[in-house]
């Protein structure tokens, strides 16, 4: 019984991660805007909290913040993918 509570506390802490990796982004990138990197580097960004935010975190906010439009993923040589503004931040949408 008390998994159920663990998991719940989990998923919120996880949701509230997510939401500040977020916004941490999309500050950064309007900060910096021809910014664009790989998920580490994007962690980097995050670098006053980057302990805070696992790979998944960052990869979940990057994956909400690519579907309203506000990062978008490339594909550079080798095969890597890097983010950086998207359509919303650069006022396209």
């Known amino acids: 019984m008390g998994r159920v509570l663990d998991d719940e506390a989990d998923q919120r802490t996880r949701a509230i991660r997510t939401e500040a990796a977020m916004h941490g982004i999309v500050c950064y990138l309007r900060m910096h805007p021809n910014s664009a990197d790989s998920l580490r580097g994007v962690r980097l960004w995050l670098h006053a909290l980057a302990d805070e935010f696992s790979d998944d975190v960052v990869t979940l906010a990057l994956e909400k913040l690519m579907e309203q439009g506000e990062v978008e993923a490339r594909h550079v040589l080798g095969g890597a993918v ?12």
Not at 82 to 93: D, I, K
Request: net charge positive; glycine share 24%.
């Open 82 to 93: 890097v983010y950086g503004r998207g359509r919303a931040l650069r006022g396209e949408m």
